[in-house]
């Protein structure tokens, strides 16, 4: 049985920015009204009294039906964003209603279903794609007036007539959430396991050193005073008044600046004729200070729980590859580390309070802070951070998967790829390049590696290196070189283009490429991965566009129309991009590239998933890199290794590896 259910409440913490468990957590937050539907059942609801004592719900069926359905190990509780309902439940209703706790096996998330699906996260998004009618505007002001008690203008006591409103507000979310289940289904079974296990560790938590993060922001926020000081020592302006700042320049020497942004900043402090020292510095200091932001640090701390651990920071499913995405402080996209440097010692000298002290050793103080931002994730007393991270893993799956039987070959053998490639780029002899002997060739083999192998080409390229060591016509030469050493990666990105379209062309017939297949689903052109679990494309369609390689902004010759490119059918589908729905294209290499990480994403799960089993408590992944929470003298590193290395039927061959480590802070 599933019990679909919502919550409204009010509370003077917002929301948005420490996320649904501190909200919960929260002394002022308390529940307005619940409702729930049992399968098909009607709707019922609850007000609490202590909010609106004299109300009674139209469908009051009383809160100790809820706390009977609770207490029922057969009902499943579903709701949309589930981790919501979740916190509540847990912070809320158990200790201050009476209500049983809830496992987390026992949660559903229909915005998990639509995830899956590839479809928009938002219930009133959601909504409308699927033709449904979404949710009630009225709700918005509801909330906006009554629940946000952190704005000035919101209202703590709630008149009968706006209790009664927000009940049937929660009540049609009850039932627009029935609809989607009715429309989208359950996850299929494997998915749903994996979504449970999720919803585990996300409920666990990162452990945050807390006093690490305020002594870093007291760092940061030192060192923005000194700097704004030096700042108005030379202009008599404060680095944030954007229009005089830029006057100022503009009257000293760069009458053509149009922005303050770092890159326009750094691009002139590569010159070599600014017009005074003065300028120089006044450009120096203010790009420094426009990197003194507390931002990640504060949303670390805002995030943080009563028991110092940051619940639901990633979301399920939330790339259309099946990669999870950051929420809360982000925590998939922390800066790395000082490479080769014990985090401790970073740790120790952040921890001395010294801004110049820092800047005196790392030679600038917000890099400093910002290389220790994954070191603030902290297993509890007791506990160390065991963490195994995927070798080069994309790379594998791209040769085994496009069938470059000599790079498989290499991975096996252990070959260093890099090097390979910088040989090949370069023409030089065969065991030749070393970060020694050939360092800046080397890297150049790394760059082609990470830019080319989706069909990137000069634009991927500078994408990585921002260097300008290289001419455009040199690095199109390397294009040329990495392609000619990869025919069937060349072949892969065409005929999986390809194999799109014609299932696109023709619904109800299936074409694939080796291991890919593609097969249009009802509203979906979905990508059949090797394991055969698919990928979701909504409203696939077929247009004629000219290719993404035809940059008539970037490219003279496409400007002038001299390039060649012709209008080509294109595959279009809708999805979530850039904070809006809407309608995109793709091709074989980018296809290519979604091929590949959903692939790598089914090794990682089952991954977690053993890791868990065998007393390895997860609490992160981190796109191809499981990190785990584990009891000091419990498992070993050679033991997990084997764990991350050990590989379902269909990947039993592949030349996959795993590094894996252990210490006292999150690294990488």
């Not at 709707?43 to 609770?70: H, T, Y």
């Not at 706790?101 to 996260?121: F, G, K, Q, T």
């Not at 679990?533 to 400007?559: D, N």
Request: proline share 5%; hydrophobic share 35%.
């Amino acid at each position: 049985m599933i019990l679909t259910h919502d919550f409204e409440t009010q509370s003077e913490a917002d929301l948005m920015k420490v996320g649904a468990w501190a909200y919960s957590e929260h002394p002022s937050t308390r529940v307005i009204c619940a409702s729930w539907a049992l399968d098909d059942s009607l709707i019922g609801s609850w007000a609490n009294p202590d909010v609106a004592p004299n109300f009674e719900c139209p469908s009051q069926k009383g809160l100790g039906r809820l706390m009977e359905l609770a207490e029922d190990s057969d009902v499943l509780f579903e709701a949309h964003n589930a981790a919501f309902e979740y916190a509540v439940w847990h912070n809320v209703m158990v200790p201050r209603h009476g209500g049983p706790p809830i496992p987390v096996e026992r949660y559903r998330d229909s915005m998990a279903v639509a995830c899956y699906y590839a479809l928009p996260a938002a219930l009133d998004n959601l909504c409308k794609v699927l033709g449904l009618p979404g949710k009630d505007p009225a709700g918005a002001r509801l909330i906006t007036k009554y629940s946000k008690l952190h704005l000035k203008t919101a209202q703590r006591d709630i008149p009968p007539e706006d209790v009664e409103a927000f009940v049937g507000y929660c009540e049609q979310d009850v039932d627009q959430e029935r609809e989607v289940g009715r429309v989208l289904g359950s996850l299929p079974e494997e998915e749903e396991r994996v979504f449970v296990h999720d919803f585990r560790v996300n409920a666990r938590g990162l452990g945050l050193d807390a006093g690490g993060i305020v002594t870093a922001r007291e760092v940061v926020d030192s060192r923005a005073e000194e700097l704004a000081a030096d700042f108005r020592e030379i202009t008599d302006l404060n680095p944030g008044q954007t229009v005089k700042v830029l006057a100022w320049f503009r009257e000293n020497g760069l009458p053509d600046l149009e922005n303050l942004q770092k890159d326009t900043l750094g691009d002139l402090l590569d010159e070599d004729d600014l017009p005074s020292r003065e300028v120089r510095d006044a450009l120096l200091i203010r790009r420094e200070h426009s990197r003194a932001s507390t931002r990640k640090l504060d949303a670390m701390a805002r995030q943080r729980g009563r028991d110092g651990r940051a619940r639901f920071q990633t979301r399920y499913h939330g790339a259309v590859t099946g990669r999870n995405t950051g929420t809360g402080f982000q925590p998939l996209n922390l800066s790395r580390g000082f490479d080769k440097m014990d985090p401790e010692q970073l740790v120790r000298d952040i921890m001395r309070g010294d801004a110049r002290w820092l800047n005196c050793l790392y030679g600038d103080t917000m890099t400093a802070i910002g290389k220790a931002s994954r070191y603030w994730i902290v297993p509890d007393e007791g506990h160390r951070i065991v963490a195994g991270d995927f070798v080069s893993i994309e790379a594998i799956i791209l040769a085994v998967l496009a069938g470059e039987e000599w790079k498989v070959e290499a991975f096996r053998d252990e070959v260093l790829i890099y090097e390979r490639m910088a040989e090949k780029i370069h023409g030089l002899p065969v065991g030749s390049v070393s970060k020694e002997t050939y360092p800046m060739e080397r890297q150049d083999g790394k760059i082609g590696e990470l830019a080319f192998g989706y069909q990137g080409a000069l634009g991927a390229w500078r994408n990585f290196d921002h260097s300008d060591r290289h001419e455009d016509g040199d690095i199109l030469g390397f294009v040329r070189a990495w392609r000619s050493e990869h025919p069937a990666t060349t072949d892969f990105w065409r005929c999986l283009g390809d194999a799109a379209l014609a299932a696109t062309q023709r619904p109800g017939s299936c074409y694939g490429y080796r291991d890919v297949g593609f097969e249009r689903v009802d509203g979906w052109l979905t990508m059949i991965l090797p394991n055969d679990k698919r990928l979701w494309y909504w409203a696939p369609e077929t247009r004629m566009m000219m290719p993404p390689w035809h940059k008539p902004r970037e490219l003279e010759e496409c400007a002038a129309g001299e390039c060649g490119h012709e209008p080509r059918p294109t595959l279009t589908y809708q999805c979530q991009k850039e904070g809006r729905w809407r309608r995109v294209h793709t091709y074989g290499g980018k296809l290519t590239e979604n091929a590949v990480q959903a692939t790598s994403r089914e090794l990682l799960k089952p991954a977690e998933l053993r890791a868990d089993r065998y007393g390895y408590p997860v609490i992160l992944s981190v796109y191809d890199e499981v990190v785990c929470e584990v009891p000091d003298g419990r498992g070993s590193d050679e033991e997990f290794q084997e764990i991350m290395e050990e590989l379902p039927r269909w990947a039993e061959n592949w030349p996959v590896r795993a590094e894996v480590w252990n210490g006292r802070r999150y690294r990488k």
